[in-house]
């Protein structure tokens, strides 16, 4: 699997935008990224998913470069409860039996 | 969206004691399940993954002999944690992908915490 590297903590005010950024450089041409997060004692919650094109959903928005060697992560109004560590994993799809590796993600602290 | 259940949420138990944790997708079919474990203030970390009607593949270091997994159904994948010990405490977590679209992601269960005594 490609390696991601992701910023190993962030601050964010509430209601403001949180945008998260990941590097993957290695990417390959057939892998996804994808963004979870884990709030405290929780097992992890999809965000969002993408291959080449921008994505939104009703929780984020996902901007891939061009190149694909990096993509952000957009909370656009944060919350208290966004307060989690997410993560952002290439992996091919999902449904190949290939597991997700995870990496030590970054801490997001909402503040008020 | 698409839920895992996994059960119980916590277990506390004596060393030597046997445990076992299911793991469910409520509402689609899964042919592959991972089973996850996670040490306090550490990532997430690949034990084995389970196949329906198949034998699991562990990954190096896991033992099969003291971590069981059956994946009978579609549905339902069991962890079983033979004699346990102090060291096997540890959040332990599923996921569960579908049958459907290549892409689709996967999905985690609220995961166990185990300790024991």
């Known amino acids: 699997d490609a390696k991601t590297t992701q910023p190993p903590s962030m601050d964010c005010a509430e209601g403001r935008a949180a945008n998260l950024p990941c590097n993957h450089s290695t990417i390959s041409g057939n892998e996804y990224v994808y963004w979870y997060r884990q709030i405290h004692s929780q097992g992890p919650q999809y965000i969002i998913h993408?291959?080449?094109n921008n994505e939104t959903n009703e929780m984020a928005s996902l901007i891939i470069t061009e190149d694909r060697k990096s993509s952000t992560l957009i909370l656009p109004h944060a919350t208290l409860r966004d307060t989690a560590v997410y993560y952002c994993i290439v992996s091919p799809y999902s449904n190949s039996g290939y597991a997700l590796n995870f990496g030590k993600g970054t801490s997001l602290l909402v503040t008020p | 969206g698409a839920v895992v259940s996994q059960h119980p949420s916590r277990v506390i138990c004596k060393s030597g004691t046997s445990v076992k944790i299911e793991c469910r997708s409520l509402?689609?079919?899964?042919?592959?399940m991972f089973w996850y474990r996670q040490f306090p203030k550490q990532s997430l970390m690949l034990m084995a993954t389970s196949n329906e009607g198949s034998k699991a593949t562990y990954e190096q270091g896991v033992e099969k002999d003291k971590f069981l997994i059956n994946h009978a159904s579609l549905t339902l994948s069991t962890l079983t944690v033979t004699s346990a010990h102090p060291e096997d405490s540890s959040f332990y977590i599923c996921?569960?992908?579908?049958?459907?679209?290549?892409?689709?992601?996967?999905?985690f269960g609220d995961g166990t915490r185990l300790s024991i005594l």
């Open positions: 509402d689609f079919q899964a042919t592959t």
């Open positions: 993408g291959l080449k």
């Open positions: 996921s569960a992908v579908g049958t459907g679209a290549r892409s689709q992601p996967q999905h």
